[in-house]
């Protein structure tokens, strides 16, 4: 049987709880309510931190860009002053090469058009007869008093054309009165006589033993001369005056003179290479703090310049943010990191402080001998007392400077990690907001040349853009030794190729350069126009762009300027990391460094040249020097004559007319022709404008000077083609990886495992 019943107590229940459903929306908005709250809030932050996220970005892309700016202007002043190092060398091939033996010879070259001069064609041929180095002249002493060589060009300085020793292999003596048969020595007549011509033989061998010091004097100057104002060349008025006043150093020796520009250039390598962790600051992070501690570190030789790179890249970025401190989405607590490099690889320059990380300029130097005539009395059968004759004195530089050039393994580059506190508005994570974000970049200068790598082979003795081979044996075959002796060279014609037989051996640059001297009646005309900007030269030399002429491309009006047409830029030449000092005789050393070499070398510069020398070097010497300098503002700025003669109308005019193959002065578009950077047409061919595959001569060239471009971590970490990188695979030297960090060690590890994603 079944049975059912209501429960009138559980009916009326049932009822009253159906009947109260009016909290349930409650509950509901309320949950809806903390949702959306919630989702705002989350919203609201990403926004804040996306927002954050991209100003720090900006910020830090700012400072790389910034700190790589630095360092292109850097880079850009290292070429200056290397091509100002090559135009030395230049300058001192036309005292040596030209100025010295010109006068001497019984032909000049040719005339300014290449012509050989009328009574020397028939005697000595076409431009080409030469093999040995196109002078187109016959020596004397090849023939008779060294028939063996070695056969370089050779300092034999004239004051009287009409008594011209150098063309001559000797001079005959003088026949003395023997006296005999009814004339007796004891006749007084006789007797006086006698004693005057021995009075003449005695003044003749004087003299005759007096042109070697002379000789020895002017080569000991053009290669080591410290006084500006010269005084050490006393014998003899040289109507061609070697040392043609010119506003800056250009009458300084060219070793000392080499020697003040790579102390000049060390100084920038130092900023180049500047290690904020070894500079006194302790770490390589700056901060608002440590900002202001970089004045305690200026003093000596060293100023707020030097640190140029860090304060840049800071403020950039400090700049870049919104203000500090204020308001919410605001960044605070500011940190810049500078991602420095390993410090292995390369070996170190010894005359710097911070180790090559960056940058490493790699010197170029050669072994290469020098000439000065000696003239010499010689007894035996048959010559009359007081003879002289001419040999030469080699003179033998173990390592001849000829610049620097950017070592291509390391990697020249800016990177930064920017760390910044900033508040959310919303935070679950307590710490009233606040979260710490970071943000990296990186970029690098590209796009001009420090110079040419001019020591291709280094394993070579023989360097065929340096130097140029003596002849050993009569006759114009080159000597194939390896120990022959070499002379410099420098190339100067777009076709030049081989010291051997181009640049300032060249028939044609001989006439044109002396041309210029007579056509004008101006003696500083010719360093002036041998160390002038060069058609080869071009791509490969980053000169200055500095041009006085309103309708000349590239003038740049903010450009300092000395005596209205040098330009001056600022590098010092006592080392920035050295005591502070006014002596100058630090660069002796350097000086002397390019003396050491074999025993045979050293014995070359000893003797009466060595006495010479040790008078030159003189602590009283360079004293002088550094007056001079000091009273010119030349401890600091460096001067540097317009590359392309707009500052001498008469001499840019006459480069026009002549010399479009030797001076990029006259060259069509000349302005152009020095720009290096963004140069399109660098290796390719362009028939229309006459422009040869893997030509340097394009038009479409850009700008002179360094650029800057943004690079990818990734490249940094990888490694692969650098800066001036003249071959494609080379690996770099300085990789982002630091392994030898120290305590930094695990802040860079966590620094590359964050740019890995």
């Known amino acids: 049987m079944y049975f059912s019943f209501k429960s009138k107590a559980s009916t009326s229940y049932k009822k009253r709880i159906l009947k109260d459903q009016t909290g349930q929306a409650s509950l509901f908005m309320a949950l809806f309510a903390t949702t959306m709250i919630l989702l705002f809030a989350f919203t609201t932050n990403i926004g804040m931190l996306v927002h954050a996220k991209i100003n720090l970005q900006n910020a830090a892309d700012s400072a790389a860009y910034a700190g790589a700016a630095v360092q292109a202007r850097q880079l850009t002043a290292a070429a200056y002053l290397n091509w100002e190092m090559r135009r030395a060398v230049k300058e001192f091939l036309y005292y040596y090469m030209i100025r010295s033996q010109y006068a001497a010879m019984p032909c000049f070259p040719t005339t300014v058009t290449g012509q050989i001069i009328g009574p020397c064609a028939s005697a000595f041929g076409t431009p080409s007869g030469d093999a040995r180095h196109h002078f187109e002249f016959k020596d004397p002493r090849e023939t008779i008093n060294e028939t063996n060589g070695p056969f370089i060009p050779t300092v034999c300085i004239i004051f009287d054309p009409n008594n011209n020793y150098c063309q001559k292999a000797g001079v005959p003596g003088i026949p003395e009165f023997q006296g005999s048969g009814s004339f007796g020595v004891a006749d007084p007549i006789v007797a006086a006589v006698k004693n005057a011509t021995n009075q003449i033989i005695d003044r003749k061998i004087q003299d005759c033993l007096g042109r070697t010091d002379i000789n020895r004097q002017f080569l000991i100057a053009w290669l080591f001369n410290l006084d500006p104002n010269p005084i050490l060349l006393t014998v003899g008025n040289d109507s061609a005056d070697p040392f043609p006043f010119t506003p800056g150093l250009e009458r300084v020796g060219v070793l000392p003179r080499m020697a003040i520009l790579r102390a000049r250039i060390d100084n920038i390598e130092e900023a180049l290479n500047l290690d904020l962790s070894i500079e006194g600051l302790g770490s390589v992070t700056l901060t608002e703090s440590a900002m202001g501690s970089f004045r305690g570190l200026v003093g000596g030789n060293k100023t707020l310049d030097y640190f140029e790179r860090p304060i840049q890249a800071y403020l950039s970025a400090k700049n870049n943010l919104p203000s500090v401190d204020k308001d919410n989405g605001i960044f605070s607590e500011v940190e810049l990191t500078e991602l420095l490099p390993n410090r292995g690889g390369a070996a170190q320059n010894p005359n710097l402080k911070n180790p090559p990380t960056l940058v490493k300029f790699n010197n170029i130097y050669t072994r290469a001998s020098f000439a000065n005539s000696r003239f010499e009395t010689r007894p035996g059968s048959g010559l009359d007392r007081g003879n002289c004759f001419q040999v030469r004195e080699i003179r033998t530089i173990p390592r001849f400077p000829f610049g620097i050039t950017k070592d291509p393994n390391v990697l020249t580059y800016y990177a930064v990690r920017l760390q910044a506190k900033t508040r959310l508005l919303f935070s679950p994570f307590g710490g009233n907001g606040i979260v710490t974000l970071s943000a990296y970049s990186a970029a690098k200068p590209f796009g001009s040349r420090i110079g040419k790598d001019l020591d291709p082979t280094p394993s070579s003795d023989f360097k065929p853009m340096l130097v140029a081979r003596g002849k050993l044996v009569q006759g114009d075959s080159l000597a194939s030794s390896a120990f022959a002796n070499r002379f410099p060279n420098v190339l100067v014609s777009s076709d030049d190729y081989d010291a051997e037989v181009a640049g300032f051996a060249r028939n044609g640059h001989l006439g044109y350069i002396r041309g210029a001297m007579t056509s004008y009646n101006r003696a500083d005309y010719g360093p002036r126009l041998a160390g002038a900007y060069a058609p080869w030269e071009i791509g490969y030399y980053t000169v200055p762009a500095n041009f006085q002429t309103p309708d000349a491309m590239g003038l740049f009006e903010d450009n300092p300027t000395y005596y209205g047409k040098y ?115 660098k290796t390719a061919a362009d028939t229309a404008l006459g422009i040869q595959p893997e030509s340097e001569l394009g038009l479409d060239i850009g700008r002179s000077g360094y650029s800057v471009r943004f690079i990818s971590f990734d490249s940094l970490r990888t490694g692969g083609r650098t800066t001036n990188d003249p071959e494609i695979g080379v690996d770099w030297t300085n990789p982002f990886d630091r392994l030898d960090a120290g305590a930094a060690g695990p802040r860079i590890l966590d620094d590359i495992s964050k740019l890995k994603h």
């Open 567 to 681: 330009y001056t830029q600022s590098a010092g030449i006592f080392p920035v990391n050295g005591s502070i000092s006014n002596d100058l005789s630090f660069l002796r050393d350097r000086v002397y460094q390019n003396l050491v070499g074999s025993i045979a070398d050293e014995l070359t510069l000893r003797g009466q040249f060595q006495a010479f020398l040790d008078a030159v070097l003189s602590d009283a010497s360079w004293a002088n020097l550094f007056n001079y300098m000091d009273s010119t503002d030349q401890v600091r700025n460096h001067y540097i004559p317009d590359p392309l003669l707009n500052d001498e109308p008469d001499l840019r005019q006459y480069a026009k007319l002549y010399g479009s193959r030797y001076t990029v002065a006259g060259m069509d578009q000349d302005q152009r022709r020095q720009m290096t950077s963004w140069n399109n047409q």
